[in-house]
């Protein structure tokens, strides 16, 4: 497991957009905690039965379900030539975690998207007509803004006093804010 790269971001920023397009032209594993919960609750499996109230009502699952799902993708061979981790971590407890499962390739480089509350909003509502996610609307998209203030925020510190945050302004043509990240690989 080499170069992992970190894109953060509020809900809505476009992680997951930009980080499939940058994992396909640099060949990296695209690995989103978000897509792997939700594929969870489709199957009925024990986690997703866990987590389906969480991801309705717009809370985070509990640190060490995600980080024991995280540590069991990143064995996969397909992570080899690096991955982007899209949607995690989302706690300081978690990325402690993410620095001893990948002690021996630190993460590389974090790329914070990011974009104001009301655009934020905005987006999310608009997403939910096509999405079909359970939670693109109005009370859940309120929780998870106010969980990435108070759980997620706090990271951009972590990695800026690590020296490998960058941020890049979310808000605008997503072929602009795509070369503008595509230029830090
Ligand atoms: P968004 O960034 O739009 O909120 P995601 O697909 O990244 O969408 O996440 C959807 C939901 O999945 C979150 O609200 C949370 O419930 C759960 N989730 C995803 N990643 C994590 C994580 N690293 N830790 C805890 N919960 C997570």
Redesign the pocket.
Known sequence: MTNLVVFL?????G??TQALRISSEFNLAHI????M??EHVKELTDLGKI?KS??DE??????DL?IQM?TERLSHEDCLGGSIL??????LR?AESLEKISNKFPVKKVIVLEAHQEELTKR?LSRGQTSG?S??TGD?IRV?LE??KKDTEPLIKFYEDKGILTKINGVGNVDDIYELISKEF
């Open positions: 971001g509020p809900p809505g920023a992680k997951g989103s905690t978000g897509d919960l939700r987590a969480l991801l717009g809370k985070l699952v509990p640190d995600v995280l899209d949607g995690f971590p989302r706690t978690q999310i996610r939670d693109d859940s998870r969980v990435y």
